[in-house]
């Protein structure tokens, strides 16, 4: 268990090498995916103690490496690896232009929009903006967005 300021929260890792973890191996093997062996579940169970009351979030994970070999810091270090990345990816998406609240889900037309976000996000860095104040601005003045990808 380690409390840690950054995340406001303290973290609990349990690794285990159990029968639900060989029967995961197993299926998994089943299913094309091989994992040469055992195989470990690893629980990280987070405790946010935040100003108006406290939260809890379990996460499972599975790793081919047999339990001797982790260390429960090493895997919460994964763990937050993991989602730095995926923030970093899905963050400015979701929060400039509302990606996840799109109603759009048939045919092409999804990812017809997703490219012209990504296109629209990458003028905004190439100009150096941030693409939440860029957006409200090209909102409000639709000719100022137009020459930039115009100039483009």
């Not at 169970?45 to 982790?70: F, M, N, Q």
Request: glycine fraction near 4%.
């Amino acid at each position: 268990m380690a409390w840690n300021k950054r995340y406001s929260a303290f973290h609990l890792v349990w690794i285990e090498e159990s029968a639900l973890a060989h029967c995961l191996s197993h299926f998994l093997h089943q299913t094309g995916v091989h994992f040469g062996g055992k195989c470990s579940i690893c629980r990280i169970e987070r405790i946010r103690d935040l100003s108006t009351h406290c939260s809890r979030e379990v996460i499972y994970a599975i790793t081919s490496l047999p339990a001797g070999k982790l260390l429960p810091a090493s895997l919460l270090q994964l763990s937050r690896d993991h989602w730095q990345i995926e923030n970093g990816l899905f963050h400015a998406p979701d929060v400039t232009f509302r990606e996840g609240a799109s109603r759009v889900r048939s045919g092409a037309a999804p990812e017809a929009l997703a490219d012209l976000r990504n296109a629209a996000l990458t003028l905004m860095r190439r100009r150096k903006l941030k693409p939440r104040d860029a957006r409200v601005a090209f909102a409000a003045n639709k000719w100022t967005a137009i020459r930039l990808v115009m100039r483009s």
